[in-house]
């Protein structure tokens, strides 16, 4: 069965960069026809997409975030990463990894979600 | 960016009773490939969000057969047939037709 996980801190300073890391466990990252995605939901407000990378690496973002995003896949270790430089109060927030499956483009399978603060 | 509407914000609803949830989009969900890549998720409390319906009226996998969702183009709408108190939480319409992905900003359904 398809897991996923997120790991990183749950403290970051303002101004510095927030690194996440999503493992996948239950099937390859690889695998085709799978985006795999980071999202975000602000303490008491709805969902908001960060951005996706597919199975072959091609990556995709919110514009309202493109210039501070960064995503990127290890295959070696069935995961993928996170990156969200110059973070603000703004950005305190719980983090999911999700999987957008095609051809349904549903978002199928989602992690528990990681609580990232950011204060100095 | 193809903006999603949701409405109500809130839906009070006594048990065993239906439930409606309607969303507009700001444009046609409609691909080139044929299909409408509108979904519906279901987050109950402090749990992360979860796969309901997908391409408009599929149901996923172990989802009640309460739930189905209908529409077409720009306006879509989740239907619970009798709620139970299971699910209660808060309910999102998502678009993946394009990039950015965007979801509805939510609608609350509570027991009354």
């Known amino acids: 069965q398809l897991q996923l996980q997120e790991s990183g801190p749950g403290l970051v300073k303002p101004s510095e960069t927030l690194s996440l890391t999503c493992t996948v466990s239950?099937?390859?990252?690889?695998?085709?026809?799978?985006?795999w995605g980071w999202f975000r939901q602000p303490p008491g407000k709805g969902l908001e997409w960060i951005g996706s990378?597919?199975?072959?690496?091609?990556?995709y973002s919110s514009p309202s975030l493109r210039s501070r995003v960064s995503i990127s896949v290890d295959t070696s270790k069935n995961q993928f990463s996170l990156n969200l430089s110059s973070v603000s109060a703004a950005d305190t927030a719980v983090y999911y990894c999700?999987?957008?499956?095609?051809?349904?483009?549903?978002?199928?399978?989602w992690g528990q979600g990681t609580t990232v603060t950011v204060s100095s | 960016d193809i903006v999603m509407t949701q409405t109500p914000l809130s839906s009070p609803v006594t048990l065993g009773q239906p439930a409606s949830i309607s969303c507009r989009s700001s444009?046609?969900?409609?691909?080139?490939?044929?299909?409408?890549?509108l979904s519906w998720l279901q987050q109950r409390p402090g749990q992360p969000p979860r796969l309901l319906i997908y391409?408009?009226?599929n149901r996923f996998s172990g989802v009640p057969d309460r739930f189905s969702g209908s529409g077409a183009g720009t306006d879509f709408t989740l239907k619970i047939s009798r709620v139970e108190a299971e699910d209660v939480g808060v309910y999102y319409c998502?678009?993946?037709?394009?990039?950015?992905?965007?979801f509805g900003g939510g609608t609350k359904v509570e027991i009354k």
């Open positions: 999700a999987r957008l499956a095609g051809p349904s483009f549903g978002l199928d399978v």
């Open positions: 239950g099937d390859s990252i690889t695998s085709s026809t799978y985006y």
């Open positions: 990378v597919s199975s072959t690496g091609t990556t």
């Open positions: 444009q046609s969900l409609a691909h080139s490939d044929g299909n409408t890549y």
């Open positions: 391409k408009i009226s």
């Open positions: 998502m678009q993946a037709t394009q990039f950015p992905l965007t």
